[in-house]
């Protein structure tokens, strides 16, 4: 079955400091995307990736790295946490035009 | 830039009835439409999708219908179920050179009453 795995699954950082969340997938889908989910709104893309190697930034991608560095792996870092990115992060994975999967989330709490 | 706007923020259907979901996009050339859906406290999973070659899909008690021209698509949950209670997305592609990716609505939030 299609997997995608997140880690860790919540964080609590403090304002300032480095934050890097991790996601792997194992359907061999060539798109990858991070999503932040805040109550009360949609899906906010941040940063997605169609092949190993590069990243594309997305609609909100100020604040937020992203890095590729194989077709399963797709990490988002946040180099300086701030109060404002307290949220739940989605990872995803998908081939284009087809169904996406997603992750269980990661809630961090930026204190 | 392109947007998918969903009408409905909430809505609440008594059991057995249906729901009905409208989604409208602005981009001309999106071609595909999927939907998913988010129950409390969990992550999103896909439940339909329809693309433009078709206007009308069906799995199970969910119907979606597209109407290109007025660019507008809705997802019809018929003989609707306690467990149907969700928040439910709607997106639609957008093309970027040979890429793609989504442009989502805000989520309608669906309750079930027993």
């Known amino acids: 079955e299609a997997a995608v795995t997140q880690s860790p699954r919540s964080k609590v950082a403090v304002t300032g400091g480095k934050v890097t969340l991790s996601c792997h997938q194992t359907?061999?889908?060539?798109?990858m995307y991070w999503y932040r989910q805040d109550t009360g709104h949609g899906l906010r893309l941040i940063h997605y990736?169609?092949?190993?190697?590069?990243?594309e930034k997305g609609d909100i991608p100020d604040g937020y790295k992203a890095s590729r560095p194989s077709q399963e792996n797709f990490s988002l870092i946040l180099e300086l946490a701030s109060l404002s990115q307290t949220a739940v992060y989605f990872c995803?994975?998908?081939?284009?035009?087809?169904?996406?999967?997603f992750g269980k989330g990661t809630r961090l709490t930026v204190v | 830039g392109e947007k998918v706007e969903q009408h409905e923020s909430t809505l609440s259907v008594r059991e057995g009835d249906s729901a009905v979901i409208n989604c409208t996009y602005t981009?001309?050339?999106?071609?595909?439409f999927p939907w998913y859906k988010q129950e409390a406290g969990k992550s999103l999973h896909f439940v339909i999708d329809?693309?433009?070659n078709v206007d009308r899909k069906q799995s199970q008690r969910l119907i979606v219908l597209l109407d290109k021209k007025a660019k507008r698509f809705s997802l019809h949950i018929t003989a609707t179920q306690p467990e149907d209670s969700a928040i439910y997305f709607c997106?639609?592609?957008?093309?970027?050179?040979?890429?793609?990716?989504?442009?989502w609505g805000l989520g309608t939030s669906l309750v079930v009453n027993p």
């Open positions: 329809i693309r433009s």
């Open positions: 990736s169609y092949v190993a190697d590069s990243t």
């Open positions: 995803a994975s998908s081939d284009r035009d087809t169904e996406v999967f």
């Open positions: 359907n061999n889908h060539d798109y």
């Open positions: 981009d001309t050339a999106s071609s595909y």
């Open positions: 997106a639609a592609s957008r093309y970027v050179g040979d890429n793609s990716k989504l442009i």
